[in-house]
T-cell receptor, first 115, second 114 residues
Framework: AQTVTQSQPEMSVQEAETVTLSCTYDTSESDYYLFWYKQPPSRQMILVIRQEAYKQQNATENRFSVNFQKAAKSFSLKISDSQLGDAAMYFCAYRSVATASKLTFGTGTRLQVTL | DADVTQTPRNRITKTGKRIMLECSQTKGHDRMYWYRQDPGLGLRLIYYSFDVKDINKGEISDGYSVSRQAQAKFSLSLESAIPNQTALYFC?????????????FGDGTRLSIL
């Protein structure tokens, strides 16, 4: 079974600075997707970024980028030029291509953004 | 209007009551999921359905049941609610045809069992 680990329960960053959230996962599969979801206080689950395992190039979405290290099974999220609206819970998630079914989530990292 | 709608948004009830959480979607997706979120545990899968006649247990299905009334509707029931089922519940959808696309989530139902 796949597992996803987020070892940082809480992180803090100053506005306009850069922060990196860590995620590691364990799987025996070679083909899968990885996701970062943001959950603000409104509790919506908002997709931030996704990465296909077969792609070597790291995904980017505006101020958000990932560092995907397949051999190390690591998938960190970098937020550049942090804004107050980035304050939220961030979840890393894994999905198998073969089953294309459930998402396996990490336990989340709560990000605070300070002035 | 939201693509994935969950009702109710919040619910407080008593131990032993039967509760139904409802989910409907307008995305035309064939796959639907129920997750539960607890503090410090992330989201965990309760049940999922790949079509109206296909229901599968997730990792924490005990104490829950589901019904897929139509492709667009997937309800979650707690037959006899207990306090440790207090949690935030999410419904999600995805498409078999576009299986590389992410799941879409509803806004969640916060359930409190006293």
């Amino acid at each position: 079974a796949q597992t996803v680990t987020q070892s940082q329960p809480e992180m803090s960053v100053q506005e306009a600075e850069t922060v990196t959230l860590s995620c590691t996962y364990d799987t025996s599969e070679s083909d899968y997707y990885l996701f970062w979801y943001k959950q603000p206080p409104s509790r919506q689950m908002i997709l931030v970024i996704r990465q296909e395992a077969y792609k070597q190039q790291n995904a980017t979405e505006n101020r958000f980028s990932v560092n995907f290290q397949k051999a190390a099974k690591s998938f960190s999220l970098k937020i550049s030029d942090s804004q107050l609206g980035d304050a939220a819970m961030y979840f890393c998630a894994y999905r198998s291509v073969a089953t294309a079914s459930k998402l396996t989530f990490g336990t989340g990292t709560r990000l605070q953004v300070t002035l | 209007d939201a693509d994935v709608t969950q009702t109710p948004r919040n619910r407080i009830t008593k131990t032993g009551k039967r509760i139904m959480l409802e989910c409907s979607q307008t995305k035309g997706h064939d796959r639907m999921y129920w997750y539960r979120q607890d503090p410090g545990l992330g989201l965990r899968l309760i049940y999922y359905s790949f079509d109206v006649k296909d229901i599968n247990k997730g990792e924490i299905s005990d104490g829950y049941s589901v019904s897929r009334q139509a492709q667009a509707k997937f309800s979650l029931s707690l037959e006899s609610a207990i306090p440790n089922q207090t949690a935030l519940y999410f419904c999600a959808t995805s498409s078999t045809v576009n299986s590389n696309q992410p799941q879409h989530f509803g806004d969640g139902t916060r359930l409190s069992i006293l």
